[in-house]
């Protein structure tokens, strides 16, 4: 290989939108076969909206001001969701200061507000168990492919919020692209089958991993390398940062975490899914110029 010819691509990449680490990445691009996409914040634009919620009849009135106060420390977009919410139904309202913040990457987060445990999560996930009370709104809002979490406090989950996220223009001409190249498409989510099933249909994938956990994202994409695939992923949470440094080519959204985009090869500046299809077509150029 002739450096020279991969840092003139790499340097055609960053103008273009992509900003290559490494010249290895490049040449690896060209050889990946399958490609695993995340679905919030990677195929679906992440900027999630609270579009429906639910409590117990004995939830605290300012649960939601809580789960607010807890998610202040989170990278992940449910929480921007959460405080616009917020914002919204108690204007005037202070949020009080969390401490103990935590997160449980691809199950939701914990913190000390006011003196209660406040934990916001995936359903079920944290080890809280789901009131039947709410079990019909959280049915109805996953049968209509939105994405839920619960709020507890001090151990008993009095809210549930539903959220809707948007998929990207991008998404669906890109798993075209790299489906008519001969590529397989995977969609891998932290999110419920329902959520991931109705994103998935919407942009053409058949093959769809619901209520994975990071660990589990790098477990599929080992079991791929183990089938003889050369694997890349493309995600932005901090959920998939294991994942994009155990694939052969980790490619990570530019808005995303900044954990994921230090674990990724390559990054996408732009906000449009396209990047992927040019990270392989330039590798592919670049050395066919170089051979
Ligand atoms: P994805 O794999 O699609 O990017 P994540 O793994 O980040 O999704 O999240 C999976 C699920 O965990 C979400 O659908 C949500 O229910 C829950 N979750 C994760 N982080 C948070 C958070 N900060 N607040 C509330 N819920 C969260
Ligand atoms: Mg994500």
Not at 159 to 167: E, F, I, R, T
Request: with cysteine.
């Amino acid at each position: 290989a002739t450096p020279v010819a991969l840092l003139a691509a790499a340097g055609r990449g960053a103008v273009s939108g992509l900003f290559v680490r490494g010249q290895d990445s490049l040449e690896t691009g060209r050889q990946v076969d399958t490609v695993v996409l995340d679905k919030t914040g990677t195929v679906t634009s992440g900027r999630l909206t609270v579009v429906g919620q639910a409590e117990t009849a004995d939830a605290p009135g300012d649960w939601l001001l809580l789960a607010a106060a807890a998610e202040s420390g989170s990278e992940h977009s449910i929480a921007a969701a959460v405080l616009a919410a917020t914002a919204e139904q108690h204007p005037d309202a202070e949020l009080a200061a969390a401490t103990e913040f935590r997160t449980v990457a691809g199950r939701g987060i914990s913190a000390v507000v006011d003196g209660h445990q406040v934990l916001v999560g995936s359903p079920g996930s944290m080890g809280t168990r789901l009131p039947d009370e709410l079990l019909e709104a959280l049915t109805r809002y996953q049968e209509r492919g939105l994405t839920t979490s619960t709020v507890s406090v001090d151990g008993r989950v009095c809210g549930l919020l539903a959220l809707q996220d948007s998929v990207l223009d991008s998404a669906a001409p890109t798993v075209a692209a790299l489906q008519e190249q001969g590529v397989q498409v995977l969609l891998v989510t932290g999110d419920h089958r329902r959520a991931a099933e109705r994103v998935a249909k919407a942009i053409g994938i058949t093959d769809v991993h619901a209520g994975v956990g990071p660990e589990q994202k790098v477990q599929l994409i080992g079991e791929l390398q183990a089938a003889g695939r050369t694997v890349a992923m493309v995600g932005d949470g901090i959920n998939d940062a294991p994942a994009l440094a155990a694939a052969d080519l980790g490619v990570a959204i530019g808005t995303g975490t900044d954990v994921a985009i230090d674990a990724a090869d390559v990054v996408l500046l732009r906000d449009d899914l396209n990047g992927v299809v040019d990270t392989l077509v330039l590798s592919d150029r670049t050395v066919a110029t170089i051979r």
